[in-house]
């Protein structure tokens, strides 16, 4: 769409404003979809410039070395953008996930200090909290009689630490 602007626009806006353009573009794909658009958009801008806006037009042939330079750092950009605001996203959602899961931490060890919840009220929120398909609260039997559930939520909770996806010992 871009190039169909650029392209029927009034006259011809040289490469150096396509490239901007084009790179602004390919920044958006990156802030909207991602690593693997943002790369798709800056490989196809690369020959959409190279066919339209670099002499000689409507050829894949590049007759000044300048222009190749150009098209090359252009898209080393896009890629380079892309990798950056990717990095950036996984870790702003990483730092949310973080944050959500130290307040209810938080909320939880208060609440159970305060003797407010019951462990069955607990153990649905750290299972919404995680997003687990459930929560077990287990206790070590006495001398070799293994381990005892003491509260569950969900489906098919854990009989023992080793039937668990993971495990969080709590003391006493």
Do not use: K
């Not at 190039?3 to 794909?29: E, Q």
């Amino acid at each position: 769409l871009l190039t169909l602007l650029l392209t029927r626009g009034v006259g011809d806006p040289g490469l150096p404003t396509a490239l901007l353009l084009f790179l602004t573009l390919t920044v958006g794909a990156a802030l909207a979809g991602g690593v693997f658009p943002a790369v798709a958009a800056a490989l196809l801008g690369s020959l959409l410039l190279n066919y339209y806006f670099a002499a000689p037009t409507h050829t894949f042939t590049i007759s000044n070395p300048r222009s190749l330079l150009a098209l090359v750092i252009f898209v080393a950009v896009g890629i380079a953008v892309a990798s950056v605001v990717d990095l950036a996203a996984r870790r702003a959602q990483h730092a949310a996930r973080s944050r959500a899961e130290s307040e209810i931490l938080g909320y939880l060890a208060g609440s159970l200090l305060r003797d407010e919840d019951t462990p069955d009220l607990l153990l649905d929120r750290i299972r919404e909290t995680f997003g687990t398909e459930s929560v077990a609260l287990l206790e070590r039997g006495e001398g070799r009689q293994g381990w005892r559930r003491v509260a569950s939520v969900g489906p098919h909770p854990a009989a023992g630490p080793e039937d668990a996806d993971a495990e969080v010992p709590v003391g006493g």
